[in-house]
């Protein structure tokens, strides 16, 4: 009989728990034996506890390259759930011990750089396997798959994802969100410069302006929505067979009201991750957002009256209400030294952001395609609506960690045509995840195809 596979997790963070069910159920019949190695495991005792026979926990701190090193040298398959930011490390570790590597996260610049010695060596670095990047790939190639096989040719795609919350969970927090993944990668979501393409027009939004320009997004049934632009559009032309597309753009959804509070923010310099205050841990929030204006408020004075009038905004407007509900403007401190301004507010919003246990989270996703079709324009929507169960069993971690249990259950068995650096834009990947999604999980997505006039070329 031949030794069971020997899969490697890195990390068991929140998006973690679906992946982890999804290998521990097919375990036993794949002949798999599951290492996950985290930094408290401690925690994965009750989830492991019953599957003792194919799976087992231990100690890895993320920076500890020896130790990376070794488990790697004892596994077969690596599957990473690790910050991106450690990925490449990861990479270089599976091509020196010869390791297949599945992960979630987007491809970089320094894992990218190996994929020739990858494919040279036989191996498969299986990336963006998710649900944003992953999903959002597999979805959007088996619709662009079936209007090319119709006669169709591509004018128009606009991608939206966003993890947000069940109305039900909202309660009285008037931003209408709650963290259910990495909260760094909220605050510091946009910064950079967006890019994408409308009627052949280069569109470029700087970090400033982001998040004073999203746009209205409806999705069928769950009402509108608001979505702003995500990284570099222009990317996805190449992987996705577009590259003569006149108008792509991908965005973030958030429910209305989210973006121009957001942008009140970044006016303010609170989402700066580049300067470090030095402050002590007394300071308070009232002492950092005075700070920031041009003039210290006098005795007497209301912070938030003065942040409003700095901003341009009305004292009562929605903006300042979801300001004043975070608490910025209040004495209590911040709560920790030597930090960022993004660093503070992710401490604020850390506590005013936490799922409760039994709140339910919500996974959005939604494409447009236009086409044109014998002389005529058509609009295909496709949407998907997720809810979590639980703050433990979340639509995030379903729509994250499911595809990419299944994207390693076809790589093991040999079923992943492509070598080196590879992404599920190709069928063999992507229909078969797709359709055992919706077979087995109900994860599926729902289309709707409207007529909407004559082409004129």
């Not at 004075?301 to 341009?312: D, F, V």
Request: proline fraction near 6%; include cysteine.
């Amino acid at each position: 009989m031949t030794s069971p596979t020997r899969l490697l997790l890195l990390g068991a963070g929140r998006s973690a728990s679906a992946l982890m069910q999804y290998l521990l159920r097919h375990a036993p019949a794949e002949r798999w034996f599951l290492t996950v190695a985290d930094a408290l495991p401690a925690h994965l005792a009750p989830v492991l506890a019953a599957h003792s026979q194919y799976a087992r926990a231990v100690p890895f701190e993320a920076e500890n390259s020896a130790r990376l090193d070794l488990l790697v040298a004892e596994a077969d398959v690596v599957i990473s759930m690790l910050p991106a930011a450690f990925h490449p490390a990861v990479a270089r570790a599976c091509l020196a011990h010869g390791r297949h590597l599945a992960t979630a996260s987007y491809v970089s610049a320094e894992v990218q750089a190996l994929h020739a010695e990858a494919a040279a060596a036989g191996l498969v670095f299986l990336m963006e396997c998710g649900l944003d990047p992953g999903l959002d790939h597999m979805s959007a190639m088996r619709a662009i798959e079936h209007i090319r096989g119709r006669g169709g040719r591509l004018t128009g795609f606009t991608s939206h994802c966003g993890g947000l919350l069940d109305p039900a969970s909202e309660g009285d927090n008037p931003w209408r969100y709650k963290f259910t993944w990495n909260p760094r990668n909220v605050v510091l979501a946009g910064q950079g410069t967006a890019k994408y393409l409308e009627a052949g027009h280069l569109r470029i939004i700087p970090y400033q302006q982001l998040f004073a320009r999203a746009e209205e997004v409806h999705v069928p049934g769950h009402g509108t929505f608001e979505g702003y632009a995500n990284r570099d559009s222009l990317n996805y032309r190449v992987p996705y067979g577009l590259a003569d597309i006149p108008s792509i753009r991908r965005g973030t959804l958030r429910r209305p009201g989210y973006c121009a509070a957001w942008h009140a923010l970044v006016r303010l310099g609170l989402t700066d991750d580049s300067v470090n205050l030095a402050n002590s841990a007394a300071l308070t929030w009232y002492e950092l957002v005075a700070g920031y204006l041009p003039h210290w408020p006098a005795p007497g004075w209301s912070l938030s009256a003065l942040t409003a009038e700095y901003l341009g905004l009305a004292h009562n407007s929605p903006e300042m209400q979801r300001l004043v509900w975070l608490g910025i403007f209040e004495q209590t401190p911040v709560g920790r030294a030597n930090a960022t301004p993004a660093q503070l507010l992710e401490h604020l919003l850390a506590e005013k952001w936490q799922l409760q246990p039994h709140d339910h989270d919500m996974i959005v996703m939604q494409h447009q395609f236009d086409y044109e079709r014998a002389a005529e324009n058509y609009r295909l929507t496709s949407s998907l609506v997720v809810l979590g169960d639980d703050a433990t069993h979340t639509a995030m971690a379903k729509t994250v960690g499911l595809p990419l249990g299944m994207a390693v259950r076809r790589l093991v068995r040999g079923e992943v045509a492509g070598r080196g650096v590879v992404i599920p834009t190709t069928a063999d990947l992507y229909a078969p995840i797709l359709h055992e999604l919706a077979a087995d999980y109900g994860i599926t997505f729902t289309e709707e195809e409207t007529h909407t006039g004559p082409f004129f070329a």
